[in-house]
């Protein structure tokens, strides 16, 4: 009876084996499945959320071709109201001088270096100015500035106290750039 109640065992023993690897085997194939269904659905968000991008691209694609004619137009008014090139530097010259006697400032050298802008019909004008006052009369200067019909890129502006003789007064270099349009 030994001998049979070992071998029992031994079968039930192995049985138990069997279940339990196959019991694996299935957990194995289940962990498999369930992994590759979050895999495509993790892709299709991703997917998703790349065609929503791509779709935001082409709407402003088509925003931009439909008001390219409307900002080309923009850009031609803004070029034809340009000063000429020919008579330009005395028209910056006399409006920069007329905005400085309104602001009480007194304009103490102003420098005009030119750059013709290859294909655009346009010179790029670069000016040195300093002029010396005090603060108020140099932000009434600056305001006047940026209402005046000419355009004026002030690039760079350094502010210094005029003296010692003029507590108040103040010395400021400004770098700034506007264009002229040259003969097509």
Known sequence: MDRTLTVKRRIILAGLIVLLAGDLALGAYSWHAANALRKPMAELVADSRKLQLLRIDVDNADRIRHDLPATVAECDRFESGLLAATTGNSSVT???????????????????????????????????????????????????????????????????????????????????????????
């Open 94 to 184: 006399a409006e920069l001088d007329e905005l400085a006697k309104k602001s009480g400032l007194q304009i103490q050298s102003l420098v005009f270096r030119h750059k013709d802008l290859a294909g655009r019909n346009l010179t790029q004008v670069d000016m040195d100015l300093a002029v010396s006052g005090t603060y108020s009369n140099i932000v009434k200067f600056m305001n006047s500035l940026q209402r005046s019909k000419s355009s004026y890129a002030v690039d760079a502006l350094i502010l210094q106290p005029e003296s010692q003789n003029t507590p108040n007064g103040l010395h400021i270099a400004m770098h700034m750039k506007t264009y002229f349009r040259t003969g097509a």
